[in-house]
Structures are given as C-alpha cells and as structure tokens.
C-alpha cells in the first residue's frame, strides 16, 4: 500500500546553534513530513532565521536538560498527527528511511504498533564509523504521542520508550555532526558530560531496579538496559580498557581507519575513563547537592555524548 501527500508524521528537532547542521535535516524532510517544529533554546548563530526560512514552526524554550526539553516539546506543541519522528539537529532522514516510513505507517502493520526503531549511521569527522559495535545502532525515534514516555532520571542523554510493541524500520537515519569536526569541540562538550554521567551513574547505582537476564534477549532497549546493570558492576577504571579493547579489536573497529582509531579512543576509552574518574571525585568528596545542570549542560542539544 503507498501513501499520497505528506507522511502522517511531525517532525520535532531540537536546537541550539545548530546552524551548521540543521540545513541538511530540515533538507531531508521537507516536503514529507505534515509538519515539522524547531524548539530552539536560544540560539545565537542563525539557527532560528534558517529553520523558518527552511518552512518550520519555530518555538522558543529555556533548556534545562535533554528529557525535560523533549517532554515540553511532546506537551505543549499544536501537533496534528499520531506520529512523531523525533531528531537531533545533526541527524538526517535517508531516502530509504522516508519511502519505509510511508509505506510502514499506510499499511496495517503500524495499526498495532506504538514505535519503531531506526538505523543510526554514525559520522565522525567526515568517516562513517561502521564497526566497533556501532553499525547497526538501533534507536526509538518514530512513535505515537499517546504511547511515549520519558526517563528523567536521564541527565545527559534522552531515553524514549513506548507502552506497546515496536518494531524496526528499513534505512538509516544519518548522524554528522559538523560543531564536533573540530576535535576540541568534541572533547570539550565531553568533558562538561563526563561530570553529569558519573552523577547519573551514582544515582542509578542507588535507585536502579533489577533488569531481569531474560532482558538480554528482548528489544534493543530492554538489552540496552541490562548491559548498562552489567557494566555498573565492573571495577572503576578497568572498564574502559575493557570497553576500548572490546569495541578496537574483538569488534573491529580497527577497521575504520584513522578516523575510527580518534573516535573508538577518545568515546570509548577517554570519555569513559573521565566518567570514571568522576565517579571517584564524588564518591570521594561525599558530594551530597546536586550537580548544577543548568551551568554544565546548557549545551548544544545533541545525544551523542553518552552512547554506547
């Protein structure tokens, strides 16, 4: 079964000085989607001007955290349709992912079903990283508005998740970040992430409930989760060797050349260890506030920080 005009499908991305990127997203779904928002969080750099003359709905909102800016967007916006594709501003919507959610939501299949996973290609620096466990790297960003919900025990990501089944769509979804080409850009939005992710982590370790084994066969996120439990059991320090060597050599990210070699090193080693070496600080110095995230995460509004 096809589908003529528009996908019944709004698009929500969320932005700040995102002008370097939010071209090609908007690129990628204009004239599909029934309607496309922009929820900018005070953007200095032309993203607003761009994204309305792109032809999106521009709403203006203070960032607090990833979860909460979602949660206000999924709240409060004038949408029209049952679907919702939610994108970060670096992230770009393939032909084939757009002709798979057409005819997925005009057949009987989507009747049934309360949100689908897509393929994530992930870019670094010009080099799609295709190995090291990051290809396919499935994600929940197409569901009904009624069916989703949201952690917010979520500090430095955002987790989507849906009462009801899901599935997985054809195509990928392209994630190229163009604020991160330079590397210390990278590192230095990292290094502000390191310090939420190991509050994150220390909060989870105290409030987490148990992930059943029976999780490591189920859906992508529910594995998601148990190997998260798993992982929060492995010694400080050694983990991120671990992790590294898992993801370079046994999962071959040697592969992906001298691009892949940065982007294993630096995501799953170097962030890892700062994560850990967070951890310790505050266990160390009984930090009992929390951490102030309006001064540390009040960053670009992209997810790529903390995955795994």
């Known amino acids: 079964m096809t589908m003529s005009g528009p996908a019944p499908v709004t698009v929500v991305v969320l932005t700040r000085n995102e002008a370097r990127n939010l071209a090609a997203c908007l690129d990628s779904v204009r ?179 148990r992930v059943p084994m029976s999780a490591l066969f189920g859906h992508t996120d529910a594995r998601t989760m148990w190997l998260k439990q798993q992982w929060a059991r492995l010694p400080l320090f050694v983990r991120p060797c671990f992790y590294v060597f898992y993801r370079y050599v046994l999962r071959a990210g040697f592969l992906d050349g001298r691009e892949g070699f940065v982007f294993h090193v630096l995501q799953g080693f170097w962030y890892r260890l700062l994560v850990d070496i967070n951890i310790a600080e505050q266990h160390e110095a009984s930090v009992e506030a929390p951490v102030d995230v309006d001064a540390t995460l009040h960053a670009p509004a992209h997810h790529d920080a903390g995955k795994s």
């Open 31 to 209: 004239e599909w989607a029934h309607d496309v928002f922009v929820v900018d969080s005070g953007s200095t750099d032309g993203t607003v001007v761009l994204a309305e003359a792109a032809g999106a709905t521009v709403v203006v909102h203070p960032f607090e955290t990833h979860t909460r800016q979602w949660r206000w967007a999924l709240d409060t916006l004038p949408i029209r349709t049952e679907w919702i594709l939610a994108l970060d501003a670096d992230q770009r919507v393939t032909p084939e992912l757009r002709a798979s959610i057409g005819a997925t939501l005009a057949g009987f299949q989507s009747r049934e079903t309360a949100g689908y996973f897509v393929n994530r290609r992930q870019i670094f620096r010009g080099r799609w990283i295709r190995h090291g466990g990051y290809y396919p790297k499935y994600l929940l960003k197409l569901f009904r508005r009624d069916a989703v919900a949201l952690d917010d025990r979520d500090l430095v990501d955002h987790h989507f998740a849906v009462n009801g089944a899901v599935s997985r769509l054809a195509g990928d979804l392209i994630e190229d970040n163009h604020n991160e080409r330079a590397i210390a850009e990278w590192t230095a939005k990292h290094n502000r992430y390191a310090v939420l992710q190991a509050r994150q982590e220390i909060l989870a370790t105290l409030n987490r409930e």
